[in-house]
């Protein structure tokens, strides 16, 4: 028994480790893949009922020189942590709205892209003036530019966080609640906010240990997001036969590796026919 606890003390101290190496690697290369333009906005494509993409979500990647691309799953958490990750998204919102302005002068249709926000976006950046700043520098209409924001990071700090966002609504962007029922207070909150999107993940009913309960609490939500006047789409659709219960249930707009993945933007272009 001894030994085995040594072991796995030792083992518990290696995982940390490379942790904590990971993490100074992350954060001192940072600010110099930030200038080198090493992170990238790749396009997931958001769909209606037709199957026709009317905007998409950005997601960003880093193409690393050495490591290839890597998925924000290694490094959002640690830039979060660092305070850091408003630089990122800060680059990435811009990104979008340059790519809108684009698309605008080129008549390419009207597609938006929905940019996701931290919560610690919040504490340090104005997150009014950076949006409304964007919006007059690329001359972009503001609903073209849908903001992402799970409810966790809402929850935060609620009053002051919801009266920038309700600025934020009353100056024309769309609010989107990213990964919908996923937090704990999700129906509480709805009393409180006023969302143009709610979105659900559906990683919420693959992870619940009684479907047919799942399915009916999935269902309840669009329906209660239809009473309260809000869309809905549903992220993380793979088959085809969640597609249509979804349909079935009422849900218009979907995201999801069943009609793309995550692509870089000339890919979505292409795809989609615009440029
Ligand atoms: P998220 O905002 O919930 O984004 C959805 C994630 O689900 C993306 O992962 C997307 O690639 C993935 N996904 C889409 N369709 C499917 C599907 O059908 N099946 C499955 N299993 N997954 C699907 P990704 O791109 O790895 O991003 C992970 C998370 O990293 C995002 O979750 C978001 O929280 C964060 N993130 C990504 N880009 C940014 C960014 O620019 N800024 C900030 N602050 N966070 C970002
Ligand atoms: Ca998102
Ligand atoms: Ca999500
Ligand atoms: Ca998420």
């Known amino acids: 028994i001894k030994n085995d ?43 209606d009922e037709a199957g026709k993409a009317y905007g998409a979500e950005a997601l960003v990647r880093w193409e690393h020189p050495e490591r290839g691309l890597l998925s924000p799953a290694v490094f959002i958490d640690i830039l979060e942590k660092a305070g850091l990750i408003y630089k990122l998204d800060r ?13 605008k002068k080129n008549n390419a249709g009207a597609y938006h892209i929905s940019v996701n926000i931290s919560t610690k976006d919040f504490y340090l950046v104005d997150v009014y003036e950076t949006f409304t700043g964007l919006v007059q520098k690329y001359e972009i209409d503001p609903e073209m530019l849908k903001l992402e924001i ?37 129906l509480n909150m709805l009393k409180d906010i006023s969302a143009d999107v709610l979105k659900i993940d559906m990683g919420f009913l693959r992870a619940s240990e009684n479907e047919v309960k ?8 669009i329906v209660l997001a239809d009473k309260l006047g809000m869309e809905v789409i549903t992220e993380g659709v793979e088959t085809e036969k969640q597609l249509s219960m979804l349909t079935r249930m009422g849900c218009k707009m979907f995201q999801g590796y ?12 292409e795809k989609y026919g615009i440029n």
């Open 91 to 103: 680059y990435i919102w811009e990104k979008a709205a340059e790519k809108l302005a684009e698309w």
């Open 5 to 47: 606890y040594h072991s796995s003390l030792a083992y518990y101290d290696d995982e940390l480790l490379k942790r904590s190496i990971e993490e100074r690697r992350i954060i001192g290369e940072f600010e110099r893949a930030l200038e080198q333009n090493e992170f990238v906005m790749f396009l997931q494509p958001q769909v």
């Open 258 to 269: 069943y009609f793309s993945r995550p692509v870089p933007v000339d890919e979505f272009e």
């Open 150 to 186: 799970t409810e966790t990071a809402l929850m935060s700090d609620f009053k002051k966080n919801m009266e920038i966002l309700k600025r934020l609504q009353d100056f024309g962007f769309k609010i989107e609640i990213d990964d919908f029922g996923s937090g704990y207070s999700s």
């Open 214 to 221: 799942g399915k009916d609490i999935l269902e309840s939500i």
